[in-house]
């Protein structure tokens, strides 16, 4: 599953604030609950950890690990069943030397957890959190005519072209001496290997991906049909096509234009979904620009009184910045949606100042 950019935001602030601590032996405790195991077994299992952690021969090392022990037990009591996805529990001393500021932090990660993990070490074990930040499902997006193909993939919100061709197709006009019907049997012929190379360009792009979610194909006239109905690609990544799409170009800007066109099927990706939001604020701001304010003070005021709906904030912001909008927010009941620098309309909004607001009710904009 892709994250949201809140999501992200939230876990990477979660991971940033225990990546600050650090033990002076192993006596920072990290456990990984998976979804659906019985926290009681967890419990039980640390309460034996602390049985062993008596053993530890410094005093200052076994007081830090079975104080630890003893927070995580206290905190996982509160919790009747494990959460749907799982619990991360992180358990610790991080006063100076010689002092004690036992801390325990817990969060329900938004990818569901798979692996049970019981661990003492100089550092909190964040691996798994931070692998949940890499995108991996990606689309394979290809435009084509018969002069020219581009096959690119799309991860989260980012495009990568993989590779660029060029076909042997002759022009419409012939050559003197040629009869029409010899020359548009070199041109199918033509047009046919080219085909046939294209097919295994993108059986090299996407045969052995494990994460493609679909295939989406794009480019001017019948040629993407002509491709997709011969035995041109695949059986396997034929089953993978998930839209057909009209576009004009077949450079990278017909990649874009890809994309742009397929926001109905990529409707359930953050992709679509920011995208929409940035064009919204940027339609009205055009059409009704009372549905819509921008800045930082008229933001802040605009929640204030309660009139935004959905508040706008890209990740360039500062995480402190972020939290404070955040915050505001929250006491408002106002939706929150932080946009990505990787879209066009993410840098439209970065290059606006990165703040601003989609309204509940049209304000009268009249001076």
């Known amino acids: 599953m892709s994250l949201t950019e809140k999501q992200k935001h939230d876990l990477k602030k979660f991971i940033k604030e225990l990546e600050q601590y650090k033990g002076r032996h192993t006596e920072l405790v990290s456990v990984y609950i998976p979804q659906g195991y019985d ?3 967890i419990i039980q299992h ?3 950890e602390q049985g062993t952690a008596m053993n530890i021969k410094s005093a200052t090392t076994r007081k830090n690990v079975t104080g630890a022990l003893e927070r995580m037990v206290q905190h996982l009591r509160l919790y009747s069943r494990t959460p749907g996805h799982g619990l991360a529990v992180f358990s610790g ?3 100076a030397e010689g002092q004690q500021d036992f801390r325990v932090w817990s969060i329900e990660p938004p990818i569901p957890v798979q692996t049970r993990i019981y661990r003492c070490d100089k550092d909190f074990e964040l691996g798994i959190l931070q692998g949940m930040l890499e995108t991996k499902e990606t689309y394979g997006l290809v435009v084509m005519d018969r002069r020219e193909c581009v096959i690119a993939e799309l991860r989260g919100k980012s495009i990568t072209i993989i590779s660029k061709h060029t ?3 002759p022009g419409k006009f012939r050559a003197g001496g040629q009869s029409a019907q010899r020359f548009g049997r070199i041109r199918e012929n033509a047009a046919k290997e080219f085909y046939v190379r294209v097919g295994e360009y993108i059986k090299e792009a996407f045969f052995n991906n494990q994460y493609l979610k679909g295939i989406i194909i794009g480019g001017p006239g019948p040629t993407k049909h002509e491709l997709i109905e011969g035995s041109f690609i695949t059986n396997e990544l034929k089953k993978k096509i998930i839209a057909v799409k009209d576009i004009t170009y077949t450079d990278e800007f017909g990649i874009h234009d890809l994309v ?3 926001q109905d099927v990529l409707a359930a990706e953050e992709l679509a979904g920011e995208k929409k939001l940035v064009n919204r604020f940027f339609g009205y701001l055009v059409t009704k620009p009372g549905m819509v304010t921008y800045g930082e003070q008229h933001v ?5 009184n309660g009139s935004v709906d959905i508040l ?3 990740e360039s912001l500062t995480d402190e910045k972020i939290e404070s909008f955040e915050q505001e927010a929250k006491r408002m009941g106002t939706n929150v949606a932080i946009i990505s620098t990787e879209t066009r309309e993410g840098a439209q909004l970065k290059d606006f100042g990165g703040i601003a607001a ?3 009710y049209e304000v009268n904009t009249e001076t």
């Open 39 to 41: 926290i009681v077994k």
């Open 46 to 48: 640390i309460q034996q």
């Open 93 to 95: 001393n991080i006063a």
């Open 167 to 169: 076909s042997n197709v």
């Open 260 to 262: 742009d066109k397929s």
């Open 300 to 304: 802040l005021q605009a929640i204030g």
């Open 312 to 314: 706008l904030l890209s």
């Open 358 to 360: 989609i309204l509940r």
